[in-house]
């Protein structure tokens, strides 16, 4: 199969991020060739509006490999955010590129105010959107016949995706993984990235307070996400299954169909991984560490992170752990 190509459109004053993060998920995708090869999933490229260099707001000098007079046809086409694209002479003429491409492009996504690119375009009217918190509502101001929802981590309707601010852009490049090329392919960027594949909850609680929604048609693939939260919890098949409404076979059979591994062992899996991140940066008790993943008895913590790792809880924090602070002194 040929790669998709997904190009990115840049311009002055654009955030960073919003392309860099997305551009690297996608660049990351390698796929088996049924030769013992991997090839790239991706194409990805950067179109400016003519040849010359672009700065960020951070200060990046970014320069594009094609314009939008000599660019290609593309798959998928991203427009980053950034002040920049909040100037309405910006996103009309990014607007009036935008429109031409319509019919050779099989979809279009904004991260964080690149929709402003979008709404220009007039193609937004009456579909639901979302942006960063911060500018959901000038955006409504702006473009009132657009439904804009600030609580969405990112949104599909029809052709058209968004995302919420900058590293949504990450999210929503996942979801697009996953509806090429399936959850495993996703998952596995995820966890080179070291980032959630699906985050749960709305986009208030990670900005004032800032909140994500992810929203998945696969029972299978949407219960990881409640996994990684809930490492706490009961995470026997029963309880998975009973959680996708599947019976535990039916369940444990399409699970592993689409991830390559056992409910169990992936559960364990992120249960050492959390643990282990626990025990590099907190200054709780391995007692408490392994209850807050999951575990109930400190024996069969102890011997699963050794089976894992190849060292005991306290010799990995002996070796990887933060500093202990010095305790205070009374003064004599």
């Not at 490229?45 to 094609?66: K, R």
């Not at 402003?116 to 473009?143: F, I, K, M, P, S």
């Not at 596995?188 to 929604?213: C, H, M």
């Not at 249960?271 to 709780?284: I, T, V």
């Amino acid at each position: 199969m040929t790669p998709k190509r997904i190009g990115f459109l840049i311009y002055p004053a654009m955030q960073a991020l919003d392309l860099v993060g997305p551009m690297d998920a996608f660049a990351a995708v390698t796929l088996a060739d049924g030769k013992g090869r991997r090839r790239p999933g991706y194409e990805v490229l950067t179109i400016g509006f003519d040849s010359t260099s672009v700065q960020a707001e951070s200060g990046l000098l970014l320069t594009p490999q094609f314009t939008t007079a000599t660019a290609p046809k593309l798959d998928t086409l991203v427009i980053p955010g950034g002040c920049g694209m909040r100037e309405a002479k910006t996103a009309g003429k990014a607007a009036a590129w935008i429109n031409g491409q319509l019919r050779q492009t099989r979809r279009i996504a904004a991260v964080c105010t690149g929709v402003y690119a979008l709404a220009a375009t007039g193609l937004l009217n009456e579909r639901r959107v979302t942006t960063h918190w911060r500018y959901a509502q000038d955006l409504a101001q702006r473009y009132p016949a657009i439904v804009v929802d600030a609580g969405a981590i990112f949104l599909k309707d029809g052709l058209f995706y968004t995302s919420a601010g900058i590293t949504a852009g990450i999210d929503l490049t996942l979801a697009l993984i996953e509806e090429d090329y399936g959850p495993s392919v996703a998952l596995t960027i995820a966890r080179e990235l070291v980032v959630y594949l699906k985050r749960s909850g709305g986009q208030e609680q990670y900005s004032e307070p800032l909140q994500f929604q992810t929203q998945s048609t696969d029972r299978v693939a949407n219960i990881v996400g409640w996994i990684v939260t809930n490492l706490r919890e009961e995470l026997s098949v029963e309880c998975l299954a009973a959680k996708a409404n599947l019976g535990p076979r039916h369940f444990s059979r399409r699970f592993q169909r689409t991830f390559g591994t056992t409910p169990a062992a992936f559960v364990e899996t992120l249960r050492m991984d959390e643990a282990r991140r626990r025990l590099s940066g907190e200054h709780d008790t391995i007692e408490r560490v392994a209850i807050s993943v999951g575990y109930r008895s400190d024996d069969v913590f102890r011997r699963t992170f050794e089976r894992h790792f190849g060292i005991s809880p306290s010799v990995y924090r002996s070796r990887f752990g933060a500093p202990t602070r010095p305790q205070p002194t009374a003064a004599l």
